[in-house]
Every structure is written in C-alpha cells, then in structure tokens.
C-alpha cells in the first residue's frame, strides 16, 4: 500500500489527478476454511479483517480513494454481469475439469507444476506447487471454463506492443515465456458442495465463480463498471499503473488482460510487481510465526519513518529482508545524521540568518559562484527532473535515493564552504560567501522538503514549516533553484536541544 500510495502522492503533487484504490478480496475455499476454523460465519470474519485493513490503511497514512470489498453489492452486481457478457460472447463453456488445486494460492496447477516433497516438521509426503511451495490437493469436478487458450496470439501481440507492461522487465520475460509455451482454458467455477463463499454463477445455482474473476474485477467496480455510453474512461480506466506482489504475476498479466479483451475492455497501461519482505532472510508466514506486527513499527518508529524505511529498502526485483537493526540504521544514518543535521545546522546556525541569505540573493547582493557553489547549484538545477525522471520509471526507491543523494551532498558543501569560519570577519565579501553558502544550503531543504512530500507527508510538512515555505509553494513547479523568494521565516518554534528537532534521538537502539 505504502508504494502505491507514494505513487498516487507524486501525481497530486505535480498538479494531476490520481485516484489510489485498495481493499480486500474476501471469498473463495480459503477464506470458507479460514473462517471455519476460527468458529466464525464467513462474512463476520471478513468484516473483522477489512476493518483491520482498513486501520491499517489509515495508520499507515495511506490516502486511498476508496476502499473495495469483493463482498460489497455493487461489486457482486459488475461480476453478474461480466459473467453474461463473457457467456454472451462464447468464452464460457462447461466442462470436467482435474487436476491440483492449491486453496492458499485459489488456483488449478498443471502435473508439469506440481512436485512431491517431506514436510520436514511433520515428515508427511505431500504435493505442492513449485512456484508457491503451497500444498496442493487432487481435484476432479465439471465446472465452467474460460476460453483462456484463444488469447494466446493476441497477448503475444500485446505484449510485444507495450513491452512495459510487467515491470520488473524479468517478469515481462516469464510472463511471455509462459504464454508463448501456449495457455490452457481456465476453470472459472467451483461446485457449490465444494465452495459455498462466493458470488453464486447467474443461472446456475449449484456452481460458484472462482475467486480470481471474481476479484480480478474490484479494478473495474469503483471506475463504475457497467459504464453508460461515453463514460468509459469517465472514472480513470484504464488504470495507469497497477502495484502487486511477484507471486500473483500470472493472474494480473495473463488472466487479467485476456478477460478484458474478451469484454473489449483495454487493459490497464502497466502493472508494477514487487518483490517480497522476509524476516531474517526466511518467508513471513503466520503459519510459522514468522512475521511482523505493522501497527507496532508505526506505533515504535512514527509512520513517516516507516513509510521512508519500506520505500528505501523495499526490493522491486530482489526480496528484502526487514529488522529493527535496519530501521535504526536507516533512521540514524539518513534520516537524524542526513535530512535532520542539515536542518538543524542551517536553521540553529549561529552567524547568519536564513531570510536576510534569501533577501540578499533576489537583490544581487550575493559573490560571483566559486566552484563549489557551481557544483550545488548545478545539482539544484536538475534534481527535480532527476526524480521525476525516476517516478516515470516507476522507480520509487531510486527517486528517493536521489533525493537523499542531494541532502549527503549539501552536508558536505557545507563541511567545505564552512560558513561559520567567516561569521565573525569583517573582511570585504566574506557576509556575502556565507549568505551564498547558507542560501544554496537552504534551497536543498526547501526542494528537498517538496520532494520528499510522497514519502513521508508528515515530516515533509514539518520540514516545510521550519522554513517557513507558504502552502501554495508547496507543489512539484516550486521544486526549482530560485523559485521562492516569500520562505525563510520559521512557521513553528525551531526549539533548543533535541526539543523541535526534526528527528529526534530514538527512545531505545534495540
């Protein structure tokens, strides 16, 4: 959530519209199990984890539009209907369908995807899914098919057509692998004697919809599918970009696309896939307990140090491995020794002040660029297109990075240009080379501040605050080298000590 959330946040900040949908796909076997173990009605038990989600949301300082749920009746209604249109159109037909169906991942696995392995807690045999390492069970049933098999050349074409559809670009490589070694109809049902959780087939009362059409179709329910003629694309669709986990890559780049093409609806522009947390380089699973607890990191680290710690070392293509020694580091290092000491050294410098740098520059008052204010200047000069640059690639972590880079770079600007060294001279130009240095020091935080809005919108504004840059000067056309001349005056007390600090000593290192 938090990287779709930084995505939605920079297109609000470059002035555009952007509308963040999350939720939760609440039927299928899984859910009917889960909920019977815990001695619960199914639809109790989803509404107690939606509304963990939904807290989880607002923690996490998530700023979603809307929040789906596969059991909403507006969203059973768009299924209903997609189902006659698929069935209309020819691309439904029954048949008997075997083979090994995983409940944990909702899916049928071919025999060529399937292995046998000794569960070494229990030394029990059993077959899993190769790809998911889940248990799998033979299954023999008549259900309802999806002519899946007919896009193949179609998906090909389109792949080949929008080669940034998949990002990463390996996974692009194995979705077409996949594809391109051909496609099997898809079982689209379940009997009801064996799935009762779930939006019954309209008709056919003895079969339920599986899960991942059934859910799959959340994206078009709140861009107000079934549209009325001409606002097709009123709502957004198609989605610019949609943000999911590397292990449901086949359901959103294979199913997901073909069911579409066979409503002659397009497909959304991309769909970003990230790679997984582990926790001391082992897989979360509740099953075994290994996993983290989001509403105490927040409650330990705030919300905008987390939000900055998953954005900067959150893995894309590779996992990464999550701990408290991480964060710490992160905060640290980055945060309290980066952003937070540069702050503190110009806003609580002795010497000079912040205004009369800014007023001194609109007026000319400023020396002749040395080299080194050459080089910051220069590094103002395009950061913004830098980052922006990044987010077009959808390269969340790497903005960030880029951004973290310009705050490193003005610490040691300042370490060199050591204003302090010359508050106190009274020799010809040395006032004016420290409001240089001190101005250009100040800009870093302001462009910085603006940019680092998607990230951590809390300390961001806090930041912005500290140095006094109005509301409306707050947005991506401001992020620019002289852009503002209105800021400098502080908006909030700036404090004494660690009091005000933007980032504060942690209360424990462990």
């Known amino acids: 959530m938090v990287l779709t959330d930084i995505l939605k946040r920079w297109q609000i900040l470059k002035g555009k519209k952007a509308v963040l949908c999350t939720g939760t796909d609440e039927h299928g076997m899984k859910i009917q199990r889960a909920a019977s173990m815990a001695d619960s009605d199914p639809k109790t038990f989803c509404d107690k984890g939606a509304e963990v989600f939904k807290n989880l949301a607002k923690s996490g300082a998530i700023s979603n539009d809307h929040f789906i749920r596969t059991t909403d009746p507006e969203h059973r209604e768009a299924v209903e209907y997609i189902w006659h249109l698929l069935r209309e159109r020819g691309f439904i037909y029954t048949a008997k369908h075997e083979g090994w169906y995983s409940v944990s991942d909702e899916t049928f696995y ?162 970003l896939t990230h790679a997984h947390w582990t926790l001391g380089h082992q897989k979360m699973a509740k099953s075994t307990g290994n996993v983290v607890n989001p509403f105490f990191a927040i409650d330990r680290f705030g919300v905008d140090v987390m939000r900055y710690y998953l954005a900067h070392d959150g893995g894309i293509t590779d996992d990464a491995d999550y701990g408290n020694p991480y964060i710490i580091e992160r905060y640290k290092k980055t945060l309290q020794g980066g952003l937070g000491n540069l702050t503190s050294r110009i806003l609580r410098g002795k010497g000079w002040n912040v205004r009369e740098a800014i007023v001194a520059t609109q007026k000319n008052r400023l020396p002749e ?114 852009r503002d001349a209105e800021y400098g005056e502080s908006k909030v007390e700036l404090g004494r000590g660690t009091e005000g600090v933007l980032f504060p000593p942690l209360n424990s290192d462990l």
């Open 110 to 271: 071919p025999q060529s995807a399937v292995q046998l392995i000794l569960d070494p807690k229990t030394g029990r045999k059993m077959m899993t899914s190769i790809e998911t390492g889940k248990e799998v069970e033979w299954t023999s049933e008549s259900n309802y098919h999806f002519r899946l098999s007919a896009f193949r050349e179609q998906l090909l074409d389109f792949y080949e057509k929008t080669p940034d559809f998949v990002l990463p670009q390996t996974r692009m490589n194995d979705i077409i692998k996949a594809v391109s070694s051909g496609l099997e109809d898809l079982s689209i049902s379940r009997p009801v004697e064996r799935l009762t959780w779930g939006i019954r087939v309209p008709g056919d009362e003895s079969q339920t919809i599986y899960v991942w059409l059934d859910a799959l179709i959340n994206y078009l329910t709140k861009a107000g599918f079934p549209w009325t003629p001409g606002q097709e694309h009123a709502n957004g669709w198609p989605a610019d970009c949609q943000v999911i986990g590397k292990d449901i890559v086949r359901f959103h780049c294979i199913y997901w696309p073909a069911f579409l093409f066979a409503l002659g609806i397009p497909p959304p522009q991309q769909i």
């Open 369 to 482: 660029d040395d080299k080194l204010s050459l080089s910051q200047r220069d590094l103002l000069s395009h950061l913004a297109e830098e980052v922006d640059s990044l987010f077009a690639q959808t390269d969340v972590g790497g903005a960030l990075k880029a951004i973290m880079s310009a705050v490193y770079s003005t610490n040691k600007y300042l370490h060199l240009a050591s204003p302090w060294s010359l508050t106190k001279s009274t020799a010809p130009g040395d006032k004016a080379r420290v409001d240089l240095t001190i101005y250009l020091s100040t800009e870093t935080l302001r462009i910085c501040g603006i940019l680092l809005q998607p990230y951590m919108p809390n300390k961001a504004a806090e930041l912005l605050d500290m140095l006094g840059v109005a509301a409306g000067n707050r947005t991506f056309t401001s992020a620019r080298l002289d």
